[in-house]
């Protein structure tokens, strides 16, 4: 029988779930090998049950953290998809701001007394706080980026298939970047986070001559206080490199600290 | 084998013309200061006088990132299968200089050394090398005659070398004479003369220098296992790697199975580019890391480079000196320091 496979999205931009429909011809061959029971992307249906649940977004309010726990009991793995699932994304920002000055940052004062008086709609967004689906339920495997790699999807796809280990890659974006022979974003004379950030991405922004922002998260074993002292050098102040850590890595430690 | 001078424009037209034939190699620029090793092609610009060290060394030519060494399909009964990937495409790399030919001369050996590497070997074997002569180092980085590799010639087809303006082009091998064009050089008979010009104009001393000689640094490092200085440099080590994926004598690799989605009876094994700098390169089955730490993991690429493989690969030292690692090295690690330390603490300067 072939596996049963579930998408769903909670809090992101659905890039992830088209970067996978983006496979096509792939994609197909995919189909041969698992069943797609839920994807709101691509079909209407649902099932009861499922072997892998690939969850996309970041998790918001406590009526998508019950949705997620109730996702997670019904299936043997799952999987998050891309930064929003996995780390929370730029949206966790939010998280060090009140609820009040967020939304009065988005809306202005005058719409913020307005839903602040209305008692359907204010203990909502009152309550909103941006948590990476890990801090709500076990995660088996993390698809990395903004957006997901397919290949490295297809990858894990087919790795469960069989029953195999994938290969998760566990280096920096530098070894992407020696292996597509780019030009150091140091080099050029800016600064980069990709020394402590997860490869896999094949150094796609650096090779179109961007940087590293980290989207695919921090490394375990990343020697921060070093990077640190090299952005500071490089004439960044607390301030600054506080900004791009946090860019996508607010929710993990090297964002998490209070501004100076 | 013989020997001729050559005016520049007409070396230029050669290369070109060789381009045309068969896909070669040539550094070209990439960004603002890089360089790559790519096939040359119409209106890409041939210039051999001056290029710092490409980004990756051209011998990574020969053990390309994420090659495919066999496929395997499973056949009646569940008997496997395996078809060998060998590439014996012809190819020339020209604009390969003495530290990087030295590199690929220690590849050369180590894939050689017990069991031959046909992927490798393969390759190599329909691999032409033009090399050319550095009469000035190509920046501050550079240590490549202390470590023995400025006068390397060993390897190349041809060596061309820069005299007053024209090249002497020296054909080294019977494939390199093969290359030449049928006629238009001009043979030169003084070529002690002329490369006793070179070396009259090569910058002396030419880049940085140790304080003492490869086999002495050999000898001294055994003592140094509890030296500050690997703590010091850990400490700083990001841990990303790229010392060791610039490096043209590293070799390690990581293997990979991959089957097909359409027939998942059929797939294929590659190799991709792995490095000791690496945090889990030496994580073994049970979750086991010999060198947990940055400093374990210097330690060991420099006595790699400097003690573990003198005698047994190389003459000397089997780091050449094209100071790739601490060029690229974002945090100021360089293998050329790190030595000098060692040297200065083991044996002082009077």
């Known amino acids: 029988m072939k596996p049963k496979v579930a998408f769903f999205d909670f809090a992101g931009c659905e890039g992830c779930q088209l970067t996978i429909l983006d496979c096509e011809d792939l994609f197909l061959d995919l189909l041969e090998r698992v069943d797609i029971v839920e994807f709101r992307e691509a079909l209407s249906e649902t099932a009861p049950r499922f072997d892998v649940a690939f969850i996309e977004g970041s998790i918001h309010r406590e009526e998508d953290a019950e949705r997620l726990r109730e996702i997670r009991s019904r299936s043997t793995l799952l999987v998050t998809l891309g930064a929003c699932a996995g780390l929370g994304n730029v949206q966790a920002r939010s998280n060090f701001l009140s609820p009040a000055t967020n939304f009065r940052r988005v809306y202005g004062e005058e719409e913020l007394n307005r839903v602040q008086a209305d008692p359907e709609f204010w203990p909502l967004w009152a309550h909103t706080r941006v948590r990476s689906v890990k801090e709500v339920v076990p995660v088996d495997y993390e698809l990395r980026g903004c957006p997901v790699v397919a290949e490295e999807f297809l990858h894990l796809v087919k790795s469960l298939v069989v029953g195999t280990v994938p290969h998760v890659p566990t280096v920096a974006v530098c070894v992407e970047c020696k292996m597509q022979e780019n030009e150091c974003v140091f080099d050029r004379g800016e600064t980069c986070l990709g020394q402590i950030t997860y490869g896999g991405c094949k150094a796609v922004c650096i090779g179109h001559g961007y940087r590293c922002d980290g989207c695919r998260g921090l490394l375990p074993q990343a020697n921060l206080e070093a990077h640190r002292q090299l952005l500071r050098d490089k004439g960044l102040d607390e301030s600054r490199i506080l900004e791009r850590y946090r860019l996508f890595g607010s929710a993990e430690a090297w964002g998490r600290e209070r501004r100076p | ?350």
């Open chain 2, 1 to 350: 084998m013989g020997a001729f001078l050559v005016r520049k424009a007409a070396v230029t037209e050669w290369i070109r013309s060789l381009a045309r034939e068969q896909p070669l190699f040539f550094p070209q620029p990439v960004g603002r200061s890089g360089f790559r090793f790519q096939p040359l092609r119409e209106g890409s610009e041939v210039r051999f006088d001056h290029y710092r060290p490409s980004v990756v060394p051209p011998g990574r030519q020969l053990t390309p990132a994420g090659e495919v060494l066999f496929r395997y399909r499973t056949g009646e009964g569940g008997v496997p299968g395996f078809e060998s990937v060998l590439d014996a495409s012809p190819r020339i790399l020209a604009g390969v200089r003495p530290c990087d030919l030295r590199g690929i001369y220690l590849m050369d050996r180590v894939n050689r050394e017990g069991r031959d590497d046909p992927h490798y070997l393969t390759r190599r074997a329909n691999t032409a090398i033009i090399a050319c002569d550095c009469l000035a180092p190509c920046d501050d980085f550079c240590f490549c005659e202390t470590v023995g590799s400025l006068r390397w010639r060993e390897g190349a087809d041809l060596f061309l070398t820069s005299v007053d303006g024209d090249f002497l082009v020296e054909a080294l091998t019977p494939l390199g004479e093969s290359l030449l064009p049928g006629t238009g050089f001009a043979r030169c008979e003084d070529v002690a003369g002329l490369r006793a010009r070179a070396e009259e104009v090569r910058v002396r001393p030419f880049g940085r220098h140790f304080a003492l000689s490869p086999e002495r640094i050999a000898a001294i490092l055994p003592g140094l296992w509890r030296s500050p200085v690997w703590e010091n440099c850990g400490q700083r080590c990001l841990s990303c790697g790229s010392c060791n994926l610039v490096c043209p004598t590293c070799y390690c690799f990581d293997i990979q199975d991959d089957f097909d989605i359409s027939d998942p009876s059929s797939g294929d094994r590659r190799r991709n580019w792995d490095g000791c700098l690496l945090p889990n390169f030496a994580e073994v089955a049970g979750g086991h890391n010999f060198r947990p730490q940055p400093s374990a993991r210097q330690r060991h690429r420099v006595k790699r480079k400097f003690e573990y493989l003198v005698g047994r690969l190389a003459e000397g030292s089997f780091c050449v000196g094209c100071g790739r690692c601490g060029r690229q090295c974002t945090v100021g690690i360089d293998i050329f320091d790190i030595v000098s330390e060692l040297v200065a603490v083991a044996e002082p300067p009077p």
